[in-house]
């Protein structure tokens, strides 16, 4: 190996970037054992949130969950950091409900910080990454620009949106990360020397506001709830004593679109400066006044970004007009009207991978060892990023111990959604969760993450002894009331009291499959020998109430998992496998699926292809 520089160390995993990937894959790698370095360009830029304070939402909550599932650390420190969290979708099914917490920014990165200086395995550096060291197609470590050279058996890139980042403000663009942070500009070069597959793409986040120059009586409150939590062991007594702010409601109105449709000529987005793909799904205000135009308003939030700070972050209005006009339209919206701006809002553009060249472990096909994570891989989000970190730092450590890869399925979690979508579909614009990613979402609530992975994480030791311990006492009062509720009769009084009649063998999860009935009416009319936690009496009333729905998608998955059990061999010769259509025999050419049911969510992959390969299969099985 060469290394044109000062050997600084050696490792068996290193992390580059301190944003939320990059600080999941390092506590990850370190908790199943291996030797971890973490590389950032700024120390004090660890967990940064550059955009929202907050953490959760649709899919997204249920992610969080899952990281907390495996031993990661965001949903525990959203819970020390929370200053708002509430439960979103609450008149619709458990499928849907989602939590999100406004969070202290200075708290959360402070937490994060400590984390990592306390783990084991861990050591944290500061220093600008240059270029990889590779040799025979194998990473074997990291250059930085000040000329150290750190070795590695395995490398994960988790380098956000600062890959020859630039800031765009209206007709005043520069090379810049995000929050005005240096851009990651020599890794950008090189990965673009080495021929990797790459976009371009451009995200935005809005302006932040004096607090001092609100006027909340304008607006609407819109308060948090006590008692709730991300994490499956909280700590209550962290939770419940944080202060909650209340975030707060306006909106927009024709003066506002007057102003930005005025102005648009000198929006980056139109004039051309922009060259990088948007998200679809959260367009700036601009892009909202044109696409919506008989809209006659639009809503935004104001969320405080910590309990002490002043700053306000006004969500929903990202935008990369010129300052002037930013300060012009704000000041049209109610509770705004003397507003002054502490940081403009900004588009940033930046380099990313194409995720279809990574396998399921997100590991480079071409590059053995090279992992990436995060926004590197065309994602959008705090959460997104989060866990692919966590699964890219698994599986570096995985392969450095000798363990088998750390796949999660479509039908495990979202976790395994998302993977399955960037690696198999690729993404043309920032990928974003959406609870209707899953086929099987009633399997991958948010309440129920830790059954579907609390036992894996331990196999993998993303989990401890206390943590397990927690676990299964959870798991095992939930079992043990289930049967309780599947084996009882209700006697006379038990149905006296919940006014109904008895039919036939009714038990008491008859009972509770009613609407009307709730697991607490029939607790109360029927105690349990042992009382349930909040957490455990949702989970037994869900299983219950849609025992149903459940076993018919946990079947679908069975009928889904034996594609997946079908590997398709890495050298197959597709071009040699008659009876494939032209574009199904390019599509898979070029993304060489790791299984049956990975190609059969190839874009251009008909069933008949799917048809054909199965034939093929079998027929090489046979020998044939």
């Known amino acids: 190996m060469s290394t044109d520089g000062y050997r600084a160390g050696s490792y068996e995993v290193i992390v580059v970037g301190g944003g939320h990937a990059g600080c999941e894959a390092a506590l990850a790698a370190a908790r199943m054992g291996a030797k971890t370095l973490l590389l950032t360009m700024n120390i004090e830029a660890i967990g940064l949130m550059p955009c929202n304070p907050s953490v959760g939402g649709p899919a997204k909550s249920t992610v969080v969950r899952e990281i907390d599932a495996l031993g990661g650390a965001m949903a525990r420190l959203a819970d020390q950091s929370q200053i708002q969290i509430r439960l979103l979708n609450t008149g619709k099914g458990p499928a849907v409900q989602a939590l999100r917490a406004q969070i202290d920014k200075p708290s959360y990165q402070a937490a994060l910080r400590r984390e990592l200086e306390n783990a084991p395995n861990i050591n944290l550096r500061q220093g600008e990454a240059h270029s990889l060291l590779i040799e025979n197609g194998q990473a074997e470590g990291v250059r930085l620009t000040s000329g150290a050279v750190f070795a590695a058996k395995k490398v994960v890139l988790a380098c956000g949106t600062y890959l020859n980042g630039r800031v765009v403000i209206g007709e005043h663009y520069a090379a810049s990360g995000p929050a005005g942070f240096p851009p990651a500009t020599a890794l950008g070069l090189f990965l673009r020397d080495l021929g990797l597959p790459m976009s371009r793409f451009k995200t935005g986040t809005p302006a932040r506001v004096d607090k001092n120059s609100l006027d909340f009586s304008r607006m609407q409150e819109q308060p948090g709830q006590r008692g709730l939590a991300f994490s499956f062991a909280p700590d209550w007594r962290t939770v419940d004593s944080r202060p909650m702010l209340p975030c707060w409601l306006t909106y927009t109105n024709e003066e506002t679109h007057r102003v930005i449709r005025e102005n648009l000529h000198r929006s980056p987005l139109y004039s051309g400066v922009i060259e990088g793909v948007g998200p679809r799904y959260c367009p700036s205000i601009e892009d909202k006044v044109v696409r919506f135009a008989g809209r006659p308003a639009h809503q935004l939030f104001l969320e405080p970004e910590g309990l002490t700070l002043r700053e306000y972050y006004v969500q929903g209005m990202s935008s990369s007009l010129p300052e002037e006009v930013q300060l012009a339209f704000l000041r049209t919206i109610p509770g705004l009207q003397n507003v002054v701006i502490v940081r403009p809002a900004y588009a940033i553009e930046y380099d990313c991978l194409q ?178 936690e909040q957490a455990e009496a949702e989970q037994v009333e869900i299983d219950i109430k849609y025992e149903g729905y459940i076993a018919k998608q946990k079947e679908q998955a069975k009928r889904f998992a034996r594609l997946e059990a079908k590997l398709l061999p890495p050298v197959l010769d597709y071009a040699a496998v008659k009876g494939l259509s032209f574009e199904g025999r390019q599509r898979l050419i070029e993304n060489r699926p790791v299984s049956l049911g990975q190609a059969s969510r190839l874009g251009g992959v008909s069933p008949a292809d799917i048809s054909v390969l199965l034939i093929y299969l079998e027929h090489r099985h046979k020998g044939g």
């Open 355 to 532: 995720p279809t060249q990574l396998k399921p472990t997100l590991e480079h096909k071409e590059i053995a060892g090279l992992f990436s994570a995060g926004q590197l891989n065309g994602t959008s989000g705090y959460e997104e990023a989060a866990a692919q970190g966590l699964l890219a730092g698994a599986n570096a450590a995985a392969a450095v111990l000798g363990k088998e890869p750390f796949i999660l399925g479509r039908a495990e979690a979202f976790i395994g959604v998302m993977a399955d979508d960037l690696i198999t579909k690729g993404a043309s614009e920032p990928y974003r969760l959406f609870t209707s990613s899953a086929e099987w979402r009633l399997l991958l609530r948010q309440d129920n993450a830790d059954l579907r992975l609390c036992e894996k994480a331990r196999a993998y030791g993303l989990i401890g002894e206390e943590r397990w311990r927690f676990f299964c006492e959870k798991k095992e009062a939930i079992e043990r009331e289930l049967a309780r509720l599947r084996q009882t009769r209700p006697g006379a009084a038990v149905r006296e009291s919940l006014h109904i009649e008895a039919k036939g063998d009714m038990t008491l999860a008859d009972l509770l499959r009613r609407p009307e009935l709730s697991y607490r009416e029939v607790a109360l009319a029927s105690p349990p020998p042992q009382s349930l």
